[in-house]
């Protein structure tokens, strides 16, 4: 079901669950602001969610409400991801659904990364 991206944040999510180490993930990197782990219905060959550390539930409650240094931690951990997995140069594509209309389905903010093939058009209509 898509989340509502004004819900309050909910600490039974599956992302949350990931990160208190109470399910399993593919680990990619962490550092004290972002996790990153292997989707587990991957869209690319290359499908990994990059997460923060903190409990926000989108980028909308995300880019309000983190501090400075959780935001630039957040974003340079998925520049890193890309760079350290060798995708600068065939290209990624960084994507995050907040809200309804976008089918954000798991309320634990994620930027998914694609890569591993020409990805084609951004939407199809
Ligand atoms: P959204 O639609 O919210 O932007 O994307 C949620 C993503 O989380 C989907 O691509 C889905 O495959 C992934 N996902 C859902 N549950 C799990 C899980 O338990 N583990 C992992 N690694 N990915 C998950």
Redesign the pocket.
Known sequence: MA?DATQPYDDQN?FAK?LRGE?P??TVYQDDFALA?????P?APTHV?VIPKGAYVSWDDFSAKASDAEIAGFVRAVGKVARDMGLVAPGYRLLA?AGTDS????PHL?V?LFAGKPLGPMLVR
């Open positions: 989340v599956i990931i399910i993930n593919q782990f292997h989707d587990i219905n869209q969610l659904n089918h954000q389905e798991v994620h998914h």
